[in-house]
């Protein structure tokens, strides 16, 4: 049973990068058919997808997040992560990592998820 | 970008059944997938490609999608059943989720 868990720090001040691993266990993340992603949740809002990347590395974003963040795969060490530059007070919420079935010209449902970590931006 | 609408909240009393649609344009020849997600918890997938159950999930929860409109049916509704849910497709690479709905249990 795939298992993934986030990791990170809990704070990020304005105008830095943020920047998350996700730690797969229970099943390899070069094995597919799975792109490798993140979803996020400001406090008392939706779920934002920001993107997801295969293991060879073709990566899909949120158009509105797209010129901030980058999400790579190392598959040597089982771990995908994100990074989010010049974070603002708008970037807080809890992020989850999350495994998303690959599809014919992209992805489809997102079958397992990261128990999520909050990242607050301070000033 | 692809926009799915779904009701702010649904209610339902307890043992009956209930519906959350999603509404989008021509929505019907998208895959919809299904998400409940309880209070400060990760979501959980319920429904994927339209109707399908994951392992583990009770055929009480069920889906459709035709036209413009995506439903999820919940039979039986149970205390443990409330939740937000969201419906989500894959659109143009791009992953998009509704804005959710609350379901509470009477």
């Known amino acids: 049973q795939l298992q993934l868990r986030e990791s990170g720090p809990g704070q990020v001040k304005a105008s830095e990068t943020l920047s998350l691993t996700c730690t797969a266990s229970g099943g390899y993340i070069d094995l597919g058919p799975s792109y490798w992603g993140w979803v996020r949740q400001a406090p008392g809002k939706g779920l934002e997808w920001i993107g997801n990347?295969?293991?060879?590395?073709?990566?899909y974003y949120n158009p509105s997040l797209r010129s901030r963040a980058t999400i790579s795969v190392d598959t040597s060490m089982n771990e995908f992560y994100l990074k989010l530059a010049s974070v603002t007070a708008a970037d807080t919420a809890v992020y989850y990592c999350a495994r998303h079935v690959a599809a014919v010209g992209g992805s489809e449902q997102l079958d397992s998820w990261g128990q999520g970590i909050l990242v607050t931006v301070s000033s | 970008s692809y926009e799915m609408t779904q009701p702010l909240s649904v209610s339902v009393a307890l043992g009956q059944t209930t519906s959350i649609t999603c509404g989008a344009y021509?929505?019907?020849?998208?895959?919809v997938h299904w998400y409940q997600q309880k209070p400060g918890q990760a979501p959980v997938l319920v429904i994927y490609r339209n109707k399908k159950r994951p392992s583990g999930i009770p055929d009480r929860f069920s889906g459709s999608n035709l036209g413009h409109t995506a439903t999820l049916t919940i039979s039986g509704a149970q205390v443990g059943d409330e939740a937000d849910y969201y419906c989500?497709?894959?659109?143009?690479?791009?992953?998009?989720f509704g804005a959710g709905t609350k379901l509470t249990v009477l």
């Open positions: 990347s295969f293991y060879s590395g073709t990566t």
């Open positions: 021509n929505i019907g020849i998208k895959n």
């Open positions: 989500q497709v894959w659109d143009i690479s791009n992953v998009v």
